[in-house]
């Protein structure tokens, strides 16, 4: 490829995967899209430039205008999570995690997370984050059905390990990938004081649910720290935060903080900030309506697919209370081949682990699927297109036939139209 070739190839696979996906029923459970506003904002100047440090206290020049955007970003998202702090300089929600966990733990200390299987995320597991900082990890004790934290176990299993001579139990980390029901952060904050762990919250899956005053309010709940993505339920710019509870002092806040900065950033990727203020100024004026539409639309597609056959998980506590569902596939063929024949109709989910299911054996063919509506949402999508969604979810996997050409059709219907 000469240059002029190799310009043509990269500028035409940018157009003809956004071309695609604009007629795809995107449905990854982690994925947005964003306003024409927000994205007016993002490409700008300050995607060149540095600003280390605090507003108004920074290591360089230049950053006047970028010091009164910070600012004003950071006052909106305390107001927005109930928090005493909000820290939006970390560029992703993994990265929130790594700083947050090396904020309440040390090397050896002990923590208690969730399994993949059980939703937890990578990052709260041994190959991630909570791995890399050399954290011994307890798995959250679960009931039967896998999807809700048993309290009583999980008071035993403190217990053990705090009588342990070896290790101490520094904190929990709430929050999942796969994430239908909202966890016991009330019961579990009372734990923490009594056997002096913290608890940290991550959000990355429901931050938009939660901004909308939907599913749960972790820090009004008890959570001493919230992490999170700004881009899955929330339809901010790809990026991440971490928001402080009351009932952190301003000696621990400042001292947490030196983690994020210097700890893991130097450049914030500043032009994400002022987009995400368009952000939270949108979800200041639609947050609740979206986050109630969403949790709808979940609950509504979860029982169309109920009803075309499918053996969607849950089903015994009205299967979702997030933008979420999840689908035992494994009688059209496991999460793998299914995702991949959705895949050829222009549907988009990720093939993703049960919690009845034995990872070692399964991680690559998992049995089931995650399906998510916060983006079908965000385009206008409600309870009546749920249904035609799980019409056309059995048309391709039960019937095995191709429906692309009425997926385009549905993605007539798309529109982005919020305004602040
Ligand atoms: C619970 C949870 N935490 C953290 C992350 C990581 O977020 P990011 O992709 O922004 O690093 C994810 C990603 O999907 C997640 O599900």
Not at 114 to 130: D, K, Q, V
Not at 236 to 259: C, H, Y
């Amino acid at each position: 490829m000469d240059a002029e070739e190799a310009k043509k190839f990269i500028i035409d696979k940018v157009k003809q995967s956004a071309d695609w996906r604009s007629s795809c029923l995107n449905m990854i459970a982690s994925e947005n899209v964003t306003s024409p506003l927000l994205d007016s904002v993002y490409v700008s100047d300050f995607y060149h430039r540095y600003a280390e440090g605090d507003p108004f206290s920074r290591y360089y020049q230049g950053t006047k205008y970028f010091d009164e955007i910070e600012k004003f970003v950071k006052d909106l998202a305390r107001e927005t999570f109930n928090a005493k702090e909000v820290d939006v300089r970390l560029i992703s929600g993994t990265v929130a995690n790594i700083a947050a966990i090396s904020m309440l733990s040390k090397p050896g200390d002990s923590i208690i997370s969730s399994t993949i299987p059980n939703g937890g995320h990578l990052s709260h597991n041994m190959m991630g984050a909570a791995g890399l900082l050399q954290n011994r990890i307890n798995p959250f004790p679960t009931t039967e059905d896998g999807y809700h934290i048993d309290v009583d176990e999980t008071k035993k299993l403190v217990k053990n390990i705090n009588e342990s001579a070896f290790t101490r139990l520094s904190m929990i980390i709430l929050g999942c990938s796969l994430f239908l029901f909202p966890q016991p952060v009330k019961e579990l904050s009372e734990l923490g004081a009594q056997e002096d762990f913290k608890v940290l919250y991550d959000a990355a899956h429901v931050l938009g649910l939660v901004a909308g005053g939907e599913f749960q309010q972790p820090l009004k709940e008890g959570a001493d720290l919230m992490t999170s993505s700004t881009h899955k339920t929330f339809f901010g710019p790809q990026g991440g935060l971490i928001a402080f509870s009351d009932k952190l002092n301003d000696e621990e806040i400042v001292m947490f903080r030196k983690n994020v900065f210097p700890g893991v950033s130097s450049n914030h990727h500043l032009h994400r900030i002022p987009a995400l203020g368009i952000a939270l100024l949108e979800f200041k004026k639609h947050g609740k309506d979206y986050a109630k539409q969403t949790i709808r639309n979940a609950k509504a597609l979860a029982q169309g697919l109920n009803e075309q056959g499918f053996d969607v998980e849950a089903e015994d506590f009205g299967f979702t209370e997030s933008h979420q569902v999840a689908v035992d596939v494994t009688k059209q063929g496991r999460g793998k081949a299914c995702a991949k024949k959705l895949e050829e109709s222009n549907i988009i989910v990720n093939k993703n682990s049960l919690p009845k299911e034995n990872l070692n054996e399964n991680s690559d063919n998992p049995s089931g699927l995650r399906i998510g509506v916060q983006e079908l949402t965000r385009r206008g999508f409600k309870e009546s297109e749920m249904k035609e969604v799980a019409v056309l979810f059995k048309k391709a996997l039960i019937d095995k036939i191709n429906v692309k050409n009425d997926v385009v059709d549905l993605m007539k219907k798309s529109k982005i139209d919020f305004t602040i």
